[in-house]
């Protein structure tokens, strides 16, 4: 309820520059807002998108005010770029880590995550460490770029489980067809934690090395170290945009401490991350 009316606030307060939208709803119902900022007819269109995974909250945060931020100092003078920002993909993931309430079919999910030896812990800190969507399905595994080859949990859990088939879960299609909108140049996808910048997807050229520039890129404003996602879990939204749509992206992992991050890391990741916008742009223009 925060972020839409902040993303209505925004709006109001910037009616020539922003335009809000829903890109969908979530399993339980609820709106997935989109911001856009700049001219839709622009040379070049960005996408970032937060809060794939319910745990990473401050990820919405983030991007919401780096929103604000931008829009105060003349992000639009960088260059001809359109933004377009989705604070939180998953917002009924982000209600259960934030209230570490359960519902009935959430509550059968922790105890079968509790019987299969998932978890050990209680119900309040299994709900707040919550990454899937409100139905069990990890969002962040539903996208079909090695899902079939991933080790996953086999049925509905708080992570890990990939759904029945990819785009199964409603907030993964409402961002493939999002995506599929727009001809976009680069996407950014931030997760939390580890302060790291993910840039690749299998042996993929020439994006794969278009992904590697832009993080250098980004890397020169976050301080952030680089890493190649070899070994790391695929059936993500960057692995299926740089696989099948060719599209340089980059997975940016925030914070230093074990999600769900505490308010005390919020101004540091801020100062660390509020200068990637202007980074895309310069980035797009070489």
Not at 93 to 121: F, H, K, P
Not at 203 to 220: H, I, M
Not at 246 to 261: D, K, M, N
Request: with cysteine; hydrophobic share 35%; net charge negative.
């Amino acid at each position: 309820e925060r972020l839409l009316a902040d993303v209505q606030t925004l709006e109001e307060a910037w009616p020539d520059v922003v335009t809000t939208d829903s890109i969908g709803v979530s399993a339980l119902g609820r709106k997935i807002p989109v911001l856009r900022i700049g001219d839709p007819d622009a040379r070049y269109h960005v996408l970032l998108q937060g809060a794939i995974h319910g745990r990473e909250h401050l990820t919405a945060w983030l991007l919401t005010a780096v929103a604000d931020y931008w829009l105060d100092h003349g992000i639009l003078g960088y260059g001809d770029v359109c933004y377009h920002i989705i604070p939180m993909v998953n917002p009924d993931g982000v209600v259960i880590s934030q209230t570490g309430a359960l519902n009935g079919a959430q509550m059968e999910i922790y105890r079968n995550d509790t019987a299969m030896g998932c978890t050990s812990a209680g119900e309040g800190e299994y709900a707040s460490r919550w990454k899937a969507n409100g139905l069990g399905v990890d969002i962040n595994r539903n996208f079909p770029a090695g899902w079939d080859s991933i080790d996953d949990r086999t049925g509905p859990s708080s992570q890990q489980y990939r759904g029945e088939k990819p785009f199964s879960a409603p907030e993964a299609a409402a961002l493939r067809d999002y995506t599929l909108r727009y001809s976009f140049d680069a996407t950014v996808s931030y997760h939390a934690t580890g302060s790291l910048i993910y840039y690749s997807y299998g042996d993929q050229e020439p994006v794969n090395s278009g992904s590697k520039s832009l993080a250098k890129a980004v890397r020169e404003v976050t301080g952030y170290d680089l890493a190649e996602s070899n070994g790391v879990d695929g059936a993500g939204y960057k692995d299926w945009v740089i696989e099948e749509l060719g599209i340089p992206s980059l997975t940016i992992e925030v914070g230093c401490e074990e999600t769900a991050l505490a308010e005390r890391e919020i101004y540091s990741i801020f100062v660390r991350n509020y200068r990637v916008l202007p980074a895309i742009a310069r980035w797009l223009q070489m």
